[in-house]
Every structure is written in structure tokens, then in C-alpha cells.
């Protein structure tokens, strides 16, 4: 009887030690996976086309694991990085604020090349001026694009006394779409967005007004992320 029991009790030691070390193995590898959020500036396949290469060759160059997080709009990316769903993320410099407020992000990173907002109308457009989008409806990707939507707009009322009814459609993408379509007489963007839509949407467009130049997208992290993986990121961006 007492070798049955010492035997049930030395079983029962082997199933613990392994649902430990099971657990500790998944701990591990989960800590070592950083999820990578990305601003939605564009429709989810192109973002995964431009992006996903990027995150592959971040992935070489730090030895790390990353998972690409991206949203149908922009809002919805707004709640995950204010929750701080998000290690990483890419994003505009007003959200950057937004989230340093609430989570503390810290800006690793940034593009030297500075961007600049544009509104553009389809190039057989009788619309010559911009003054002649007042009271017109125009799309946006959303109210905090801030090259697309707050330069665009504070720049068109503070220099020009033009008010739009803006539509907010999204992302950049749906921007040049819904003009090219001719849904909106014109629509905001970034010279750099542009050049992404298929050559066909290019070709109908043309920029009626562009705003004066802004600081490029930073790549961000949260504070919980370890110091050295950090700077290891940083580094493989410089």
C-alpha cells in the first residue's frame, strides 16, 4: 500500500513540474512577442503589403517577435493604443501627444523628411481655387489625420476664411477613392499617401492646395517595454 501511495505521489510531482514548466515556456514566449500597431492610412491589404516586410526585416535585425496590429479605422486604432493594447506603434505626432498623455509613450523614432498636408480634386474638376470649396463637402480619413484633416482644415479657415463640411471616410485610400469617384468635390490627404492608390486613381487626381510642412510619423513605444528591446527597435530604424 505505502509503494502505491509513494508512487501516486511521485506521479502527481511529474504533473505539476510539467504544467510549470509548460507555463513557464509559454510566459516566456509570449513575453517575447510585441505586438506593432499602425495608423490605418490605408485599406488593410495595402497596410499589410507596405508593413509587413517592415516588420520582418525589424524582426532580423533585433532578434525580436512581433504580431502587426491593424484596424479598419482610425478610431478604432485610437481605443486600442489609449488603452495600451499596443508595445509599439506608428502613428501621427498629435496622436503621439494624445498617448503620451494617457499611457506614455515614448517616441523612439522619426522619418527626417517632413510631409506636408494636400487637398485634391479630380483633374477635370471645375473647381480652380480654394477658396471655391467653401460650405462644400470634402472627405477626410478621420477628424485626427493631422496632416490630412487638422492642417488642411485650420490652414483653409485661418488664411482663406473656407469652411468644409468635412466627410470622414476612413483612411487615405477611401479619400482619393471617393474623389476620383467624383462622391466628394475634393478631399484631404498627404503628399506621401498619394502616391500609393493604383495609377488609375492617380491619374484623375490633381492637388489643388498644399499646407505648410509637418514633423513625419514617429514609432512609439509604451513604457513597459524593457529599456533594451527599446533601443534595440530604435536602432534597427536608424
Known amino acids: 500500500m505505502r509503494k502505491i501511495v509513494n508512487k501516486s505521489k511521485g506521479i502527481t510531482v ?5 504544467f510549470a514548466l509548460l507555463f513557464s515556456a509559454h510566459h516566456a514566449f509570449a513575453a517575447d512577442v510585441y505586438s506593432f500597431g499602425v495608423v490605418p ?5 495595402k497596410l499589410h503589403a507596405i508593413w509587413k516586410p517592415i516588420i520582418d526585416e525589424l524582426e532580423k535585425r533585433t532578434g525580436l517577435h512581433f504580431n502587426l496590429v491593424t484596424t479598419l479605422q482610425i478610431q478604432d486604432f485610437e481605443k486600442e493604443f489609449i488603452a495600451g493594447k499596443l508595445d509599439f506603434v506608428y502613428m501621427n505626432p498629435y496622436h503621439i501627444l494624445k498617448a503620451a498623455d494617457v499611457q506614455g509613450y515614448i517616441p523612439l523614432v522619426r522619418d527626417k523628411v517632413l510631409l506636408r498636408g494636400i487637398v485634391v480634386t479630380r483633374k477635370d474638376s471645375p473647381i480652380k481655387n480654394v477658396s471655391e470649396l467653401n460650405g462644400k463637402e ?9 496632416g490630412a484633416c487638422m ?5 483653409l ?8 463640411v468635412p466627410l470622414y471616410v476612413k483612411t487615405h485610400s477611401y479619400v482619393y477613392l471617393n474623389v476620383a469617384k467624383d462622391l466628394t468635390v475634393a478631399g484631404g490627404g498627404v503628399e506621401k499617401t498619394l502616391q500609393e492608390p ?7 487626381l490633381r492637388i489643388l492646395y498644399t499646407t505648410t510642412s509637418f514633423p513625419p510619423h514617429p514609432v512609439a513605444a509604451l513604457p513597459r517595454v524593457p529599456k533594451e528591446v527599446r533601443e534595440k527597435v530604435r536602432r534597427a530604424f536608424i
Open 41 to 45: 492610412q490605408f485599406e488593410q491589404r
Open 157 to 164: 479657415e485661418r488664411r482663406y476664411n473656407v469652411k468644409v
Open 151 to 155: 492642417l488642411v482644415r485650420a490652414e
Open 14 to 18: 511529474c504533473v505539476v513540474l510539467c
Open 198 to 204: 493604383d495609377q488609375s486613381i492617380r491619374d484623375s
Open 138 to 146: 470634402v472627405a477626410f480619413p478621420s477628424p485626427n489625420a493631422i
